[in-house]
């Protein structure tokens, strides 16, 4: 399932729904298809989102730290054929963040269906 993410000052955001509904969820609203924010509350969900990114990422580095041997061991026995790099959930927020922003500074709503 994809979702997409509109808004009359920004290109439309497509993304898989799982990723969009996790995202919708670090906004704080429901994970509900198809739904909506309204321009009021666009400040406050672009704020929810960059704190819970924000929280991901430290969660990642900690996990990092601690697993950096048996990481290291792990990837040694892949060959480059297996090898998939993980995409972080921050790098897959970056064109919601830019939407919302631009839907922030120009008082617009944000839907997705």
Same mark, same amino acid.
């Given at each position: 399932?994809?979702?997409?993410?509109? $808004?009359? *000052?920004?290109?439309? *955001?497509?993304?898989?729904?799982?990723?969009?509904? /996790?995202? &919708?969820?670090?906004?704080?609203? $429901?994970?509900?298809?198809?739904? +909506?924010?309204?321009?009021?509350? *666009?400040?406050?969900?672009?704020?929810?989102?960059? /704190?819970?990114?924000?929280?991901?990422?430290?969660?990642?580095?900690? #996990?990092?730290?601690?697993?950096? #041997?048996? +990481?290291?061991?792990?990837?040694?026995?892949?060959?480059? +054929?297996?090898?998939?790099?993980?995409?972080?959930?921050?790098?897959?927020?970056?064109? &919601?963040?830019?939407?919302?922003? +631009?839907? #922030?500074? #120009?008082? $617009?709503?944000?839907?997705?269906?």
């Amino acid at each position: 399932m994809l979702i997409t993410f509109s $808004c009359k *000052v920004s290109g439309n *955001v497509t993304m898989f729904g799982d990723i969009a509904k /996790q995202l &919708l969820k670090m906004m704080g609203f $429901c994970e509900a298809v198809p739904g +909506a924010i309204d321009a009021e509350d *666009v400040p406050s969900a672009l704020a929810n989102l960059k /704190q819970a990114i924000d929280e991901a990422k430290q969660r990642q580095r900690q #996990e990092m730290q601690d697993g950096t #041997e048996a +990481a290291k061991r792990e990837k040694d026995e892949l060959d480059d +054929a297996d090898y998939e790099p993980e995409i972080s959930i921050a790098i897959r927020a970056i064109p &919601l963040i830019e939407m919302l922003q +631009a839907a #922030e500074k #120009e008082q $617009c709503y944000i839907m997705w269906e």
